[in-house]
Each structure stands twice: as structure tokens, then as C-alpha cells.
């Protein structure tokens, strides 16, 4: 199995950037299909974005498409959420998750086997 350690949240001014990252350990890191999602109280998990195992594809939600960018670094075991143009309503903790098997980019975050603990992003207006 793989452990997952997301970091890199923090508090950001709406408009701005931040980069977060999940480092892996434990099971060859390029064997995963990898995603991101991010939850705020009361609301179910939300799929944000997804990479292949070998980060040739990659998926978006339309809530981040065109300002976000998710990649991996297979030699670094760590996976990467480049995420512009913050708003508020980007103020969620953020999860990165693996699957071993391949899922395609899936938006369900049942697919995915293994979670990291989180990292909070908090927007302010």
C-alpha cells in the first residue's frame, strides 16, 4: 500500500496561487492513479482533478478547469495541484487520493483505495 501527506495549504488572498503537493512512501508511487478532491463542512467530498499513473492524462472538474494544473513527478513519489485565480468558494481541505487500479481519471472517490489526512486552503475575499 501507499502512504499519502498532502502539503502546501494555506491562506491565500483571493486572486492569488498556491502549489500543493501529496508525497507518497511505501509502494512504488508510479504504479497509482492519483486524484485530488476537497471538502468543506457539510458537503460531500468533490472531485477537483486526476492523473495517470504515468501523467499523460489528465482530468479536470469545471470548477477548476483552465486555472488549475495537476502533474506528478514519479521519480519524487509526489503529485502537484497548481491552482490559480483563487476565490472563496476555494476554501475547502484538500485531499489527495490513490488508486491501484486503473480508473481513468475518475471522479469517484470511491475508486480510490488510499487518502492523505488533508491540507487546508483558505480563501479570503
Known amino acids: 500500500q501507499v502512504q499519502l501527506v498532502e502539503s502546501g495549504g494555506r491562506l491565500v488572498q483571493a486572486g492569488g496561487s498556491l502549489k500543493l503537493s501529496c508525497a507518497a512512501s511505501g509502494r512504488a508511487f508510479g504504479d497509482y492513479d492519483m486524484g485530488w478532491f476537497r471538502q468543506t463542512p457539510g458537503k460531500e467530498r468533490e472531485f477537483i482533478a486526476a492523473i495517470s499513473w504515468s501523467g499523460g492524462f489528465t482530468y479536470y472538474a469545471d470548477s477548476v478547469k483552465g486555472r488549475s494544473t495537476i502533474s506528478r513527478d514519479n521519480a519524487k513519489n509526489t503529485m502537484y495541484l497548481q491552482m490559480n485565480s483563487l476565490n472563496p468558494e476555494d476554501t475547502a481541505v484538500y485531499y489527495c487520493?490513490?488508486?491501484?487500479?486503473?480508473?481513468?481519471?475518475?471522479?469517484?472517490?470511491?475508486?480510490?483505495?488510499?487518502w492523505g489526512q488533508g491540507t487546508q486552503v483558505t480563501v479570503s475575499s
Open positions: 487520493a490513490g488508486s491501484s487500479t486503473r480508473i481513468s481519471g475518475s471522479s469517484r472517490s470511491e475508486e480510490y483505495d488510499y
